[in-house]
């Protein structure tokens, strides 16, 4: 049996999400801030540490329930009506089970249908305002009317913040899936039988500079023991643990003598002050010593030195200790399954950020080597074992992200969407089944540049995809620029990802990144190219041009961008003769996965040739299209085109960055010419007598006063668009509430003398 689905409902940014589990691990990735954490802790919440719940830790997408339960209530609506509307957080575990086991062990008290077909359990925890407890929410507001008055608003939620704690409650049932309202009521103890819980939190003290506390790997050993101590361990461990008690209780015969003995010496000569008198008994010293204690406080994990000498625990590199400290948990979460008397039918383990001090292969080693972990520690045990484990593993680490699957990342995206002004919450997409363009060739292709490139684009606030290196050298540059002329842009301090894909592979990650719904500028060339005599295509200047070859280009005007097939990516390669600037970023992306020992990208694009004829003018796109298509056709929702324009109306118009780059710095490159025709073929003339790589690094970092691009630049100014966050008024209600209490609590602390 494995848990399929998680549902949560009104806990903070989580105010209305779906995640669905893999079978063995799931990734949930995202930028700060979009949910990850608090996903963890609604778990602990309801199933590990039972806490109370406070007023922040309901979505502020729910604030307004309050309100409106608050109306009903002073019109006299009835109180279970009421009752109802108010908010309440709701975690909702689907279980799928095989109907044919023939033992359903703890979660059979889960199971309410008798259909043979139904192979799901729905287990809900729902923690709402207590029966009969609605005249107690609302006591001493019965006058005020919430009619957008903030006064009266807040101070409701200041009662709110004291009396959420205390007057909701939880609550545990069962639901039948094909009844909603066949439910059966649960206790905690009922759900931790069935869902045994681990958690690898983020913040593991690792650094060294907390004294004992560090020894992180001792208190990990305690753990082992005590897993190993307990009646119904395994033969082997019990062992082990009995062996360590012996070895202690020898120790403690020599501590009851001698040791017990001098210590008593230390005692006070007491009897002078009449103690112990005629009724009470002597004071004896008493050393006692713990096994489980010895191994948390006073026992270090070491490394071998040299010539004998230990090094201590904090002596080893934070990558490895941190490495450690995951396996050696992840081997307590199983030796803890083991000794339960009977076995939950599944263990969920929480690993958070596991990236930390990792070096990034280790990032990738870790991720894969999950399922293999499980593997051995099971045959380690015997043939027959099984450890129905399932991993949610939160990473910040494009590493991880990349080497991941498509179908196991869950991506968590912060939405605004039907909600009110400046509210936000968590939006869960689901690559292994949201996104039907993702498969097949395509999708093998985004997985494989991913892991190539190291593309943080699942934490990114904003992206764009750029031709190649030049551009990649450039462009911080040219965004430090635009800074200084307009300082509301806030390029540099934007989460903006850049990824080098060419032009002729930049449409295949349209439908990825209107999956993501993240904010993208593509930047590439027009690549103008014309018929010879042979009818077939080649490069030209622009005015010449009647087509391009960039792939991307073609797509995005004459192509579905929702959902592009395979067979749509092919890309022609074009005759050069003499090649127009220095060697295309297209031939060397080409390359690159061939070299990396991938699988060559023709197999996406198809077996291309070095020249592409033209047979049926119909198919050829016009380079008019392009060159005529306004700045509404150029953008799609949260999409950005952008390729070579003129820098002045009816100006010269480059093919390449290279082209446009001398067209936009005439004086710079000392180009002139008489006509606008001229001008351009002086501007390739001087492009192609440029080393790329010598081009990107002088214009880069040596000579730095240029004026960018304007289709770059306009590219970065529409980039640059809504960067500036509403704040949320329900958090900072929530926030002034807690405020005000603490404030009147000081107050009334000093009235009272307490405070001097």
């Given at each position: 049996?494995?848990?399929?689905?998680?549902?949560?409902?009104?806990?903070?940014?989580?105010?209305?999400?779906?995640?669905?589990?893999?079978?063995?691990?799931?990734?949930?990735?995202?930028?700060?801030?979009?949910?990850?954490?608090?996903?963890?802790?609604?778990?602990?919440?309801?199933?590990?540490?039972?806490?109370?719940?406070?007023?922040?830790?309901f979505s502020s997408a729910c604030y307004d329930q309050f309100c409106e339960a608050h109306r009903e209530y002073l019109e006299g609506t009835d109180v279970e009506r009421v009752r109802a509307i108010v908010p309440s957080i709701e975690l909702r575990l689907h279980v799928e089970y095989?109907?044919?086991?023939?033992?359903?062990?703890?979660?059979?008290?889960?199971?309410?249908?008798?259909?043979?077909?139904?192979?799901?359990?729905?287990?809900?925890?729902?923690?709402?305002?207590?029966?009969?407890?609605?005249?107690?929410?609302?006591?001493?507001?019965?006058?005020?009317?919430?009619?957008?008055?903030?006064?009266?608003?807040?101070?409701?939620?200041?009662?709110?913040?004291?009396?959420?704690?205390?007057?909701?409650?939880?609550?545990?049932?069962?639901?039948?899936?094909?009844?909603?309202?066949?439910i059966r009521e649960a206790t905690h103890k009922s759900v931790t039988n069935f869902l045994s819980l681990g958690f690898v939190n983020a913040q593991r003290a690792l650094d060294g500079t907390g004294g004992r506390d560090t020894d992180v790997l001792a208190k990990v050993l305690e753990g082992l023991f005590i897993s190993a101590s307990v009646s119904t361990a395994d033969g082997s461990q019990k062992n082990i643990a009995e062996g360590l008690k012996k070895a202690v209780e020898e120790i403690q015969v020599g501590i009851d003598t001698d040791f017990k003995g001098q210590l008593a010496k230390l005692m006070p000569a007491i009897e002078n002050f009449g103690y112990p008198g005629l009724d009470n008994m002597p004071l004896q010293p008493a050393t006692k010593l713990d096994v489980g204690k010895l191994l948390s406080d006073f026992t270090k994990v070491q490394y071998a030195g040299y010539s004998g000498v230990q090094l201590p625990e904090s002596y080893n590199g934070l990558g490895y200790r941190n490495l450690l400290y995951i396996l050696l948990k992840i081997v307590g979460f199983f030796r803890e399954y083991r000794a339960y008397p009977n076995a939950p039918g599944v263990q969920l383990i929480v690993i958070e950020e596991p990236e930390a001090h990792l070096h990034p292969q280790m990032q990738e080693v870790f991720i894969r080597q999950l399922p293999v972990i499980v593997r051995k520690l099971c045959e380690a045990e015997g043939e027959d074992v099984s450890w129905p484990v399932q991993f949610v593993v939160s990473t910040h680490s494009p590493h991880i992200a990349n080497e991941a699957r498509f179908n196991t990342i869950r991506y968590f995206a912060r939405t605004s969407a039907a909600l009110p002004i400046g509210v936000r919450s968590t939006q869960v997409k689901d690559l292994s089944s949201d996104l039907a363009g993702l498969k097949g060739p395509v999708s093998d292709f985004l997985h494989q540049y991913l892991t190539l490139t190291r593309c943080d684009l699942f934490f990114a606030d904003k992206a764009i995809l750029i031709e190649g290196t030049t551009e990649r050298l450039i462009?911080?540059?040219?965004?430090?620029?635009?800074?200084?002329?307009?300082?509301?842009?806030?390029?540099?301090?934007?989460?903006?990802?850049?990824?080098?894909?060419?032009?002729?592979?930049?449409?295949?990650?349209?439908?990825?990144?209107?999956?993501?719904?993240?904010?993208?500028?593509?930047?590439?060339?027009?690549?103008?190219?014309?018929?010879?005599?042979?009818?077939?295509?080649?490069?030209?200047?622009?005015?010449?041009?009647?087509?391009?070859?960039n792939s991307c280009i073609k797509h995005w005007f004459t192509k579905s961008?929702?959902?592009?097939?395979?067979?749509?990516?092919?890309?022609?390669?074009?005759?050069?003769?003499?090649?127009?600037?220095?060697?295309?970023?297209?031939?060397?992306?080409?390359?690159?996965?061939?070299?990396?020992?991938?699988?060559?990208?023709?197999?996406?694009?198809?077996?291309?040739?070095?020249?592409?004829?033209?047979?049926?003018?119909?198919h050829l796109f016009s380079l008019s299209t392009a060159l005529l298509a306004t700045e509404d056709a150029k953008t799609r929702d949260t999409l950005r085109?952008?390729?070579?324009?003129?820098?002045?109306?009816?100006?010269?118009?480059?093919?390449?960055?290279?082209?446009?780059?001398?067209?936009?710095?005439?004086?710079?490159?000392?180009?002139?010419?008489?006509?606008?025709?001229?001008?351009?073929?002086?501007?390739?003339?001087?492009?192609?007598?440029?080393?790329?790589?010598?081009?990107?690094?002088?214009?880069?970092?040596?000579?730095?006063?240029?004026?960018?691009?304007?289709?770059?630049?306009?590219?970065?100014?529409?980039?640059?668009?809504?960067?500036?966050?509403?704040?949320?008024?329900?958090?900072?209600?929530?926030?002034?509430?807690?405020?005000?209490?603490?404030?009147?609590?000081?107050?009334?602390?000093?009235?009272?003398?307490?405070?001097?």
């Open positions: 049996m494995k848990i399929k689905t998680i549902k949560i409902k009104n806990f903070r940014l989580l105010h209305n999400i779906s995640l669905q589990l893999e079978d063995e691990t799931t990734v949930v990735v995202g930028r700060n801030n979009c949910g990850k954490t608090s996903f963890s802790d609604i778990i602990r919440k309801f199933l590990s540490e039972r806490s109370t719940f406070e007023i922040e830790d095989d109907p044919k086991i023939p033992s359903f062990g703890p979660l059979s008290q889960f199971i309410l249908d008798d259909d043979d077909d139904c192979t799901e359990a729905i287990i809900v925890c729902s923690r709402s305002v207590a029966s009969g407890k609605i005249a107690d929410l609302f006591e001493g507001h019965q006058k005020a009317v919430l009619n957008g008055d903030d006064a009266d608003r807040l101070a409701l939620f200041r009662s709110l913040a004291e009396r959420v704690p205390h007057l909701f409650a939880t609550r545990i049932w069962a639901e039948n899936p094909l009844d909603p309202s066949d462009l911080p540059q040219a965004m430090r620029a635009l800074d200084a002329i307009d300082p509301s842009l806030k390029l540099g301090i934007q989460y903006i990802t850049i990824m080098e894909v060419g032009g002729a592979y930049a449409q295949l990650f349209i439908p990825l990144l209107e999956f993501l719904g993240l904010r993208t500028l593509i930047i590439t060339d027009l690549d103008a190219v014309k018929r010879n005599n042979d009818k077939k295509l080649e490069a030209c200047l622009v005015h010449q041009g009647e087509s391009t070859s961008i929702a959902r592009p097939e395979a067979n749509e990516a092919s890309s022609e390669e074009i005759t050069t003769g003499s090649e127009v600037g220095p060697e295309t970023s297209q031939d060397t992306l080409r390359e690159e996965p061939a070299k990396a020992g991938t699988k060559s990208l023709h197999t996406v694009n198809g077996d291309l040739g070095d020249e592409e004829e033209v047979s049926d003018e119909t085109l952008a390729y070579q324009v003129p820098e002045a109306p009816n100006g010269p118009c480059g093919r390449t960055f290279e082209d446009a780059f001398i067209l936009a710095n005439q004086t710079l490159f000392g180009i002139t010419g008489a006509t606008h025709d001229v001008l351009a073929k002086a501007a390739q003339d001087k492009a192609e007598k440029q080393k790329k790589s010598k081009f990107a690094l002088t214009y880069a970092i040596k000579k730095t006063n240029w004026v960018t691009p304007r289709y770059i630049a306009d590219g970065l100014r529409w980039l640059a668009m809504n960067n500036v966050a509403v704040v949320d008024p329900g958090i900072s209600l929530a926030v002034e509430a807690k405020a005000a209490n603490l404030i009147n609590a000081l107050v009334d602390t000093e009235a009272s003398g307490v405070l001097k």
